[in-house]
């Protein structure tokens, strides 16, 4: 008799690790993401030739070292090791599509482990009912401190008004067949905003809620500025309803603008017309600031089409060591 467990073949998992000057949290997160994987093994939820991919952003500490020693002692680590620190988006990608390759899916997760890893078992399940596509999003974000709150609050209300499809609190802990990795790859974007351009590849999709705990180890690589960048692609990659306020704003100042025309001619004609000091300056400076705000509303845009347009690598890779442990140099352009 078949085992009535035994629905779909047991899939091969790659979970990809993004690793930017991690040296610090990577011990304890190899460790636990060992024990996992052989735990999911042992259960038979994926495949012993499942494995975990670590993906080395550019980093400036002994994170490659380590990496390269812990992949070499154990058959389930692999490594792809870019030439230098491309941001978190793009790491994940050159993980995801590097272990595409040799699994049947991938699970993308943070190297300080703040996402709970036991939820990896729910996002199987739904990869085994047919879900290509498994969101994991976060129950709370009370580890979080009072800033990252409110930024990440600000950011995901904004992008619901400007008409962005993104799940709230949706982290880039997720499941993704490698079917749709294939497709991901096919979108050449440069300025990459993962969590809004794969609900955009409109794949059947599941959600799975985990909970978030405090970085053990290590501090956030994400500066303020990194946070806004993101944010700036989030917003400007998926809406273009900025663009289009601005046309608004300029048609309502047009019939304003008629409105205080009439207004000056009748003054004019009744012979009231004052000297009108204040509301030449203060139209001035409102116009000004209009228009500032509007070109650089349109400069952003602007920027972002000739970032496109040069067509760019999004990562280069300086050394991998992928299934088959065949260490090899070479030089990708992806
Ligand atoms: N990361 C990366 N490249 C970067 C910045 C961050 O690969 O330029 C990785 C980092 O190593 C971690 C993940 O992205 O695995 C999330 O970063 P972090 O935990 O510092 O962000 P936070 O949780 O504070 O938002
Ligand atoms: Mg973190």
């Not at 400007?162 to 949706?170: E, F, R, T, V």
């Not at 089409?305 to 992928?322: F, N």
């Amino acid at each position: 008799m078949m085992a009535v467990m035994e629905t779909k073949k047991k899939p091969i998992l790659g979970i990809v690790v993004p690793c930017y000057n991690e040296e610090e949290a990577l011990p304890d997160s190899a460790e636990a993401l060992e024990k996992k994987l052989k735990d999911l093994i042992q259960k038979g939820a994926v495949s012993e030739k499942s494995f975990v991919l670590f993906s080395n952003d550019g980093s400036k500490d002994g994170t490659a070292a380590y990496l390269n020693q812990i992949c070499h002692k154990n058959p389930h680590f692999y490594m792809v090791d870019l030439v230098k620190n491309v941001g978190h988006q793009n790491a994940l990608l050159a993980g995801m599509q590097a272990a595409a390759e040799f699994c049947d899916c991938v699970i993308t997760i943070d190297a300080d482990l703040q996402q709970d890893i036991e939820a990896m078992d729910a996002f199987l399940e739904s990869y085994q009912k047919g879900f290509e596509v498994v969101y994991g999003v976060r129950n709370d974000r009370s580890s979080d401190g009072f800033f990252k709150k409110m930024t990440a609050n600000a950011f995901y209300g904004l992008m619901h008004i400007l008409g962005a499809d993104i799940k709230s609190n949706s982290a880039d802990y997720r499941l993704m067949s490698s079917g749709a990795v294939r497709s991901l790859s096919e979108y050449g974007e440069s300025n990459l905003f993962l969590r809004g351009l794969i609900p955009y590849m409109g794949y059947p999709s599941d959600t799975v809620y985990f909970d978030v705990r405090e970085r053990q180890k290590g501090s956030s690589k994400y500066t303020f500025s990194k946070m806004l960048t993101l944010a700036m692609d989030g917003i400007t990659s998926f809406s273009d309803r900025p663009l289009k306020l601005i046309g608004s704003i300029g048609v309502l100042m047009f019939i304003f603008s008629l409105g205080m025309i009439l207004h000056s001619v009748i003054t004019y004609f009744l012979g009231a017309n004052q000297p009108g000091y204040t509301t030449t300056v203060i139209s001035i400076w409102m116009v000004g600031g209009i228009l500032m705000i509007s070109m650089g509303v349109l400069g952003t845009y602007i920027g972002k089409i000739y970032s496109e347009t040069k067509r760019r690598p999004r990562y280069q890779i300086k050394a991998t060591i992928l299934p088959g442990k065949a260490e090899k140099d070479e030089q990708s352009d992806q």
